[in-house]
């Protein structure tokens, strides 16, 4: 899993219809102070998160498609599994 920032979205005028009514976000992952950690990648909306949101990532294709409970979709590789509401490292928040 990896944590990271919602920076934008990706609006397109064509789409696969594998990827029609699927939200795609472009995430920058992130170490728990916040700072970034990593280049910039797509990951497939699962929990409905925006720009701006801390958000953990699956970034496995087999797991991320069975999350979004699309198995036959073969091109997902890395899914938004949750919103982070709060990072507490060694007693400080």
Known sequence: MILAKIIGDVVSDHKISDYKGIKMLV???????????????????????????TVVILDEGGSARMLLEEPEI???????????????MDGLE
């Open 27 to 53: 995430v920058q992952p992130i170490d728990p102070d916040g700072s970034p950690n990593g280049k910039t990648f797509l990951a497939v909306d699962g929990v409905q998160a925006g720009v701006g949101d």
């Open 74 to 88: 073969f091109t997902i590789r890395a899914v938004v599994a949750g919103i982070v509401d709060q990072i507490a």
